[in-house]
């Protein structure tokens, strides 16, 4: 059965920044292969007595920076998501109950309609999280609310960073050392935090790095590096790192091994996993990005292989 139709759950498409958005890119493939495009927000997906509904606009995206998009629907349409060949979840974190409830949805449409990547497993397997099912290969880390705790962490490595574990782009990350007054980014007038953080022993090869790593069914379809701006600590893209071109370094082709079946088994189809020096330290299966910045470094083309992989594994 080919691909007809095609709906992707995102953020405002108004609001994207080409520079660095995966979800164009991907909507453009799907574009030129044929498929009717519907857009919709996370606000607007409902379960209506059994059915899944969205409201939203069928589109067509233009490559041009000043208007990079039209609506092809007239006014905004209530549709049946069953009857679409696949649905993307490609929102961008916080992933907070808003998105935990928007999994609980997908996840009961039909298995005709293909849900990418698998709601239950996006669900189940939290970026900060799931690395801990492959601890081998993650720096020392714990997560607590406990403010000693992070002290006496910090006694114990004398530098670490510590992150907020469902937020995005690099927010709320700092780095302690263990001649600092107080911990960076925390209030310490507490006992405890409000929400449980994580804390990792710093990785000192960020200055070379933190490799954004894309698995497309599992198997590496390519990587780039996001250089820290001069003594910054964050490397994502929207924090402002720089990409660099890398290959497989350091332990990666063996963290890529090693998670490969679980991905599989998951329906993790798309997914960027970070890397900094031998440490896996987060795994994206939300809304992963990076692969403009590959495609430009390599001269490749991602989201023709990301199309060529769904279509063939599924239809």
Not at 213 to 224: A, H, K, N, R
Not at 225 to 236: C, D, M, S, T, V
Not at 251 to 258: F, G, H, L, S, Y
């Amino acid at each position: 059965m080919p691909i007809n139709k095609i709906a992707i759950q995102m953020d405002s498409i108004e609001k994207i920044d080409l520079e660095f958005d995966t979800s164009y890119l991907l909507i453009m493939e799907a574009q030129k292969r044929g498929y009717e495009i519907f857009y919709f927000n996370p606000i607007d997906l409902q379960f209506n007595q059994g059915i899944i509904q969205a409201w939203g606009f069928f589109i067509e995206v233009i490559n041009d920076s000043n208007n990079h998009f039209k609506y092809i629907s007239k006014k905004k349409e209530l549709l049946n998501l069953a009857d679409f060949n696949v649905v993307l979840i490609r929102q961008d974190p916080p992933f907070d109950m808003n998105y935990i409830s928007s999994t609980y949805i997908l996840e009961k449409l039909p298995s005709s309609t293909i849900v990418l990547n698998n709601p239950t497993s996006i669900r189940n397997a939290a970026e900060k999280f799931y690395p801990f099912k492959f601890e081998k290969y993650i720096p020392p880390t714990i997560v607590t609310q406990n403010i000693q705790m992070i002290k006496n962490f910090l006694k114990e490595h004398k530098d670490i960073v510590t992150k907020p574990l469902y937020g995005n782009g690099g927010e709320g990350i700092y780095r302690s050392k263990f001649n600092d007054s107080n911990l960076n980014g925390i209030d310490e007038s507490k006992n405890f935090l409000e929400e449980p953080i994580m804390a990792q022993r710093y990785i000192p090869e960020i200055i070379d790095g933190d490799r954004r790593i894309i698995l497309i069914d599992g198997e590496y379809f390519g990587s780039v590096a996001r250089i820290p701006q001069n003594n910054k600590l964050k490397a994502n893209f929207h924090a402002g790192g720089k990409p660099k071109k890398t290959d497989l370094i350091y332990r990666d082709q063996e963290i890529c091994n090693v998670l490969k079946n679980d991905l599989k088994e998951k329906n993790l189809f798309l997914v960027g996993i970070d890397i900094i020096g031998n440490y896996l330290t987060e795994i994206n299966v939300t809304s992963p990005t990076g692969l403009k910045q590959i495609n430009e470094l390599n001269k490749i083309n991602l989201e023709k292989v990301y199309w060529d992989k769904l279509e063939s594994k599924f239809f």
